[in-house]
């Protein structure tokens, strides 16, 4: 395996130095504990399908939170993204199984709101923080169509984090997507938009307090060289939807 996993090296390298300076690594509020449980309830099954929507490619290089809790299942991941440059870094992981019972990755380039899947294909569908990202899609459009391709059994695990309200020097408050207070999707707004797009159950998950501490030193450490203050990490949440 190792052999195999060095052949990914120097190209793991090269992407690793062409990000240098250009993301900063949020780690997901989700406990990776958290996401094994889910998993194993959603008895998630070998050649199952597992969608997630808004790839992005921090997560295969920095934080693997929940990609270790998906490797050894036999699945099918699909990594999609709309960015296809963000795709490449999820090439590093096996397009073939090198040994039993290992996930594969088969990124795909889409919008999140109109995928190439068949309606009821798929067995889980995670969305991990691109919900309350400048995008030009709405909540309402991503969960129609996690939904649509969500199997009868399907579960749809959406989550928001690493978006801060800081203070500038001149005592202005800006968010760092952008957005003003009210453009903010919360929990209460993504449970009662599930249940008007067709979901059944709508449970909110717990974050791990330690994580979002860790976030909170980072940014203010990394904001105050330039005289921001933080305030507040603005609403992070995680959400299982069942259909
Ligand atoms: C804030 S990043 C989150 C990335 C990753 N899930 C994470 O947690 O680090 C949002 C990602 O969604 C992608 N994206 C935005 N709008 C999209 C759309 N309509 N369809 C597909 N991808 C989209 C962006 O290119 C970006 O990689």
Redesign the pocket.
């Given at each position: 395996m190792s052999e195999a996993l060095n052949g990914f090296e120097p190209y793991q390298k090269e992407i690793l130095k062409g990000l240098e300076g250009k993301i900063l690594n949020?780690p997901?509020f989700v406990a990776p504990e958290t996401y094994g449980q889910i998993f194993d309830a959603a008895d998630l099954k070998a050649g199952d399908t597992v969608l997630?929507?808004?790839?992005?490619?921090?997560?295969v290089l920095e934080d693997h939170s929940y990609t270790h809790q998906l490797e050894d299942r036999g699945l099918i991941l699909i990594p999609?993204?709309?960015?296809v440059e963000?795709l490449e870094s999820w090439m590093l992981h096996p397009y073939h199984q090198r040994r039993e019972n290992e996930t594969v990755v088969r990124p795909v380039t889409?919008?999140?709101?109109d995928t190439p899947f068949k309606n009821e294909s798929v067995a889980f569908a995670l969305?991990?923080?691109?919900i309350n990202?400048p995008?030009?899609?709405s909540a309402e459009q991503i969960l129609a169509e996690a939904h649509r391709v969500l199997k009868p059994t399907g579960q749809f695990l959406i989550s928001s984090f690493?978006y801060d309200k800081m203070q500038k020097p001149d005592g202005t408050v800006v968010y760092n997507n952008g957005f003003t207070e009210d453009q903010f999707v919360t929990a209460e707004y993504v449970k009662r938009m599930a249940i008007e797009v067709g979901f059944a159950e709508v449970e909110e998950l717990p974050l791990d307090q330690a994580r979002i501490d860790a976030e909170f030193a980072a940014v203010q450490e990394i904001i105050e060289r330039n005289g921001d203050h933080l305030l507040e990490i603005v609403h992070p949440f995680a959400v299982l939807l069942k259909k």
């Amino acid at each position: 395996m190792s052999e195999a996993l060095n052949g990914f090296e120097p190209y793991q390298k090269e992407i690793l130095k062409g990000l240098e300076g250009k993301i900063l690594n949020h780690p997901d509020f989700v406990a990776p504990e958290t996401y094994g449980q889910i998993f194993d309830a959603a008895d998630l099954k070998a050649g199952d399908t597992v969608l997630d929507l808004g790839a992005g490619y921090i997560h295969v290089l920095e934080d693997h939170s929940y990609t270790h809790q998906l490797e050894d299942r036999g699945l099918i991941l699909i990594p999609i993204d709309d960015t296809v440059e963000r795709l490449e870094s999820w090439m590093l992981h096996p397009y073939h199984q090198r040994r039993e019972n290992e996930t594969v990755v088969r990124p795909v380039t889409a919008d999140v709101t109109d995928t190439p899947f068949k309606n009821e294909s798929v067995a889980f569908a995670l969305s991990i923080n691109l919900i309350n990202a400048p995008i030009e899609k709405s909540a309402e459009q991503i969960l129609a169509e996690a939904h649509r391709v969500l199997k009868p059994t399907g579960q749809f695990l959406i989550s928001s984090f690493g978006y801060d309200k800081m203070q500038k020097p001149d005592g202005t408050v800006v968010y760092n997507n952008g957005f003003t207070e009210d453009q903010f999707v919360t929990a209460e707004y993504v449970k009662r938009m599930a249940i008007e797009v067709g979901f059944a159950e709508v449970e909110e998950l717990p974050l791990d307090q330690a994580r979002i501490d860790a976030e909170f030193a980072a940014v203010q450490e990394i904001i105050e060289r330039n005289g921001d203050h933080l305030l507040e990490i603005v609403h992070p949440f995680a959400v299982l939807l069942k259909k």
